[in-house]
């Protein structure tokens, strides 16, 4: 088993900045790509984030240039650096990573419960 822990959501300005972070822990598993998605209340829960395992990042296009997402992987550590937000992009923020599960030898997807982003006009 594998568990997730996002923090660092909190009420901030527009144009204001944030850093959330995820820390996940268990046993028995390698962590592959880890991801940020992004819902607003009426929305979809969206991807706006990706980093591969060898440092690759992807993002949605309204984020991109104004958020980046890094990793500590000796710390097991997903981290998105949130610049310049803007009032779209207030909502909860999820962390999920995939994982190598060395005991069922398959890879796996988890979840966090989220953390909130209010950002006030």
């Known amino acids: 088993q594998v568990q997730l822990v996002e923090s660092g959501g909190d009420l901030v300005q527009e144009g204001g900045s944030l850093r959330l972070s995820c820390a996940a822990s268990?046993?028995?598993?390698?962590?592959?790509?880890m991801s940020w998605y992004h819902r607003s209340p009426g929305q979809e829960r969206n991807e706006v984030a990706r980093?591969?395992?060898?440092?690759?990042?992807i993002y949605e296009g309204y984020v991109e240039g104004r958020f980046t997402i890094s990793r500590e992987d000796d710390k097991k550590m997903v981290y998105l650096q949130m610049n310049h937000l803007r009032p779209e992009g207030a909502g909860t923020y999820y962390c999920?990573?995939?994982?190598?599960?060395?005991?069922?030898?398959?890879?796996?997807?988890?979840w966090g419960k989220g953390t909130r982003v209010t950002v006030s006009s």
């Open positions: 268990g046993s028995s598993f390698r962590l592959t790509d």
């Open positions: 999920k990573v995939r994982v190598w599960n060395m005991l069922s030898k398959r890879y796996e997807d988890y």
């Open positions: 980093i591969k395992l060898r440092g690759e990042t």
